[in-house]
């Protein structure tokens, strides 16, 4: 039985800072730790996690500027799940990377910190190579350590990295199972996957998500969601409905900024934006949601019908006209 490659919290924040430098890591030898983390060497998110059960990525971004990606395994109960780094072997050609492993089935999950992003789900995948922060798999599913080498259908044994490592990892895509919180918004999705070569973090669909404001709750959905690491942005995308109340505001891309209160639906000339109330039905090119009052404001070439009063035909906006739905202080898209 080959043994177990497994990193500590100190020695993964030295990767990560090798990483960036193109320094190779040493190999560490280990076992499962379940060991509580020493005091101090736990960040906010992983408070009581595992000792070595979380791994930083540093993303560059296009201004140069450093963004950190941090995934954690909360847990620290063998009963509950694993972590596990399986760093290149001797005889593995150069630039192979450490593939690191989190499964968590109790309720803290993994949790995977991503701009002003917290996602939540039971089992992450995480590879990182030399020179660049990686890529990262995220879903329902687990992990399990075995007890040999696993063998392929012609009965040799596997010779992919976690195979052998002695670690079998067995996502499971199910919908509404990685949880993301953005502020005061909670989001479902199936899947999530990031890679070094854009940037962006897709999660993928059917997205669902709702946000509690003073006087009511607006909920939503789209197909899927993209978060931009480099531009600090996140983006609904795909058949994308915002409903609070009487209104419901729809558009295939939405930025959405939950700490700026405000969701930016975008439209095109062939399937505009588009919000909807009793008395009010308006499109335009961009529309600007209020995420507390569900106010709009709309900008660029605006169309729809408005009912006045009871009594009163609709009314017909300019095409040219930029019109607030609801009174709300106008501000650039």
């Known amino acids: 039985m080959t043994a177990r490659w497994l990193v500590g919290s100190a020695l993964l924040l030295g990767l990560a800072l090798a990483q960036s430098d193109k320094a190779a890591p040493p190999p560490v030898l280990g076992t499962p730790n379940s060991a509580a983390a020493p005091a101090g060497s736990a960040d906010p998110v992983s408070e009581g996690a595992a000792e070595g059960s979380s791994v930083s990525l540093t993303r560059t971004a296009k201004d140069g500027s450093k963004r950190l990606i941090r995934v954690v395994r909360t847990g620290s109960s063998d009963d509950t799940g694993i972590f596990v780094a399986c760093q290149p072997l001797d005889d593995d050609p150069p630039g192979t990377p450490t593939v690191s492993v989190f499964s968590e089935s109790g309720a803290g999950g993994v949790r995977v910190s991503i701009d002003k992003n917290i996602i939540v789900a039971p089992l992450a995948v995480v590879t990182q190579k030399d020179g660049g922060d990686g890529h990262i798999e995220v ?45 005061k ?20 669909g059917p997205i669902s998500f709702s946000r509690q404001n003073a006087g009511s709750t607006l909920t939503g959905s789209s197909q899927k969601i ?21 209104r419901t505001s729809s558009a295939e891309r939405v930025e959405y900024d939950d700490a700026g209160n405000v969701a930016v639906l975008r439209g095109t000339p062939q399937n505009p934006a588009r919000s909807v109330t009793a008395t009010q039905t308006l499109t335009a090119s961009v529309i600007r949601y209020n995420l507390d009052s569900g106010s709009v404001v709309a900008l660029g070439p605006v169309g729809g019908e408005f009912q006045d009063g009871p009594d009163q035909a609709p009314s017909q906006p300019s095409d040219q006209q930029s019109t607030p739905a609801v009174p709300a202080p106008p501000a650039k898209p």
């Open 139 to 183: 879903s329902a599913g687990s992990a399990r350590y075995l007890d040999d080498v696993p063998k392929d259908a012609a009965g040799q044994p596997k010779t992919d990295q976690l195979s052998r490592c002695e670690v079998e990892a067995s996502p499971k895509p199910t919908p509404g199972s990685v949880n993301v919180t953005q502020g």
């Open 185 to 204: 918004t909670r989001l479902q999705g199936s899947t999530l996957s990031y890679d070094d070569s854009d940037g962006i973090a897709r999660i993928d």
């Open 226 to 246: 993209e978060v931009n690491v480099d531009d600090q942005t996140t983006t609904l995308v795909g058949s994308v409905t915002l409903k609070n109340g009487e």
